[in-house]
């Protein structure tokens, strides 16, 4: 289990202790986390689950592939640390970990 906390885009804070092998957006629909709908179930064919990773934990993360980059070209408000939660993997190293959410998914 490693503690991630998700922020809604209002400030409210959910901290929660995910599975580790679960992708963050699993992490967040299993604990009824609002902001992340993970509408194609994480086959990175949606991009409901947009997230924001803070830069200090962005060397922690795998790099974004080709086809997450697509994917994000379809979700609202995209920034630089913008991600999609169900590409990345919960692991020990990602303890204490935040992870915005967006105003909105589309
Ligand atoms: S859950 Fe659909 S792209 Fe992540």
């Not at 409901?48 to 080709?66: F, K, N, R």
Request: aromatic share 6%; charged share 25%; with cysteine.
């Amino acid at each position: 289990m490693t503690r991630i906390t998700y922020i809604e885009h209002t400030g409210t804070e959910h901290s929660v202790d995910v599975p580790d092998g679960l992708s963050l957006m699993e992490g967040a629909v299993r604990f009824t986390v609002p902001g992340i709908d993970g509408d194609c179930g994480g086959a990175c064919a949606c991009a409901t689950c947009h997230v924001y990773i803070a830069p200090d934990w962005a060397g922690l993360v795998p790099p974004m592939g080709e086809l997450e980059r697509d994917m994000l070209d379809f979700a609202f408000d995209v920034t630089p640390e913008s991600r999609l939660a169900c590409q990345i993997k919960v692991k020990p190293e990602l303890a204490g970990m935040i992870v915005r959410t967006p105003k909105r998914q589309y």
